[in-house]
Structures are given as structure tokens and as C-alpha cells.
Nanobody, 124 residues
Framework: QVQLVESGGGLVQPGDSLRLSCAAS????????MGWFRQAPGKEREFVVA????????YYADSVKGRFTISRDNAKNTVYLQMNSLKPEDTAVYYC?????????????????WGQGTQVTVSS
């Protein structure tokens, strides 16, 4: 069993940066494929970024490419989502997810474990 706890959300202005954290327990993040998804009010959950930590490419949604970065800290067993140049359309609840199999990296249904989500609001 894997538990995921997100933190770091908040209210920021357009152009600001924010870093979300996803603390994992039960398995090391290096053994998992980790992804971030988001869900805005009235919309479906959408893929943001994902990575399998074995030298494979990082997958980014076109809407965040060049602005968002996924990283990890093995000592803290934590995955991060660094978000720069935030836009109002980035406003959503952000979810961390973990995948133990070798399924699609961009499809939410392929992930086995989810965090509770953290709210990010970008507004002036």
C-alpha cells in the first residue's frame, strides 16, 4: 500500500511560482512512476506531468511544458512539482498519483494510488 500526501498549494498571482510536494510512504518513490494531475471546477481531471525514474523521458502536458518541472528527493521520499509563470488557467486542485505497473503515463486510470489533492488558485 502506498500513501501520498500533497502540500504546498495556495493563492498566488499570475506570473508567480509555487512548489507542490507529494510525500510518499509504503514504497520508495524511485520504485514508482509518479504523476501530477489537476482538476478545475466543472472539468475532468487532466494530466499535467509524469515520470518513471529509470532514465525514461518525462511526460508533460503541452499547456505546462517549459513552465512546470517534476523532481524528487529520495532522502525525503518526496516528489515535487515546481510551477513557474503561473496563469489563471492553472487554477485547479492538484493531485499526486503513483503507478506500480507499466501502464500509460498520461491516463489517470493507469495510476494505482492518489493523494487527497491540494488547491492552487492563480488570481490577481
Amino acid at each position: 500500500q502506498v500513501q501520498l500526501v500533497e502540500s504546498g498549494g495556495g493563492l498566488v498571482q499570475p506570473g508567480d511560482s509555487l512548489r507542490l510536494s507529494c510525500a510518499a510512504s509504503g514504497r520508495t518513490v524511485s520504485s514508482l512512476a509518479m504523476g501530477w494531475f489537476r482538476q478545475a471546477p466543472g472539468k475532468e481531471r487532466e494530466f499535467v506531468v509524469a515520470k518513471r525514474w529509470s532514465g525514461t523521458p518525462t511526460y508533460y502536458a503541452d499547456s505546462v511544458k517549459g513552465r512546470f518541472t517534476i523532481s524528487r528527493d529520495n532522502a525525503k521520499n518526496t516528489v515535487y512539482l515546481q510551477m513557474n509563470s503561473l496563469k489563471p488557467e492553472d487554477t485547479a486542485v492538484y493531485y499526486c498519483a503513483a503507478q506500480m505497473t507499466f501502464g500509460s503515463m498520461t491516463y489517470a486510470g493507469a495510476y494505482n494510488y492518489w493523494g487527497q489533492g491540494t488547491q492552487v488558485t492563480v488570481s490577481s
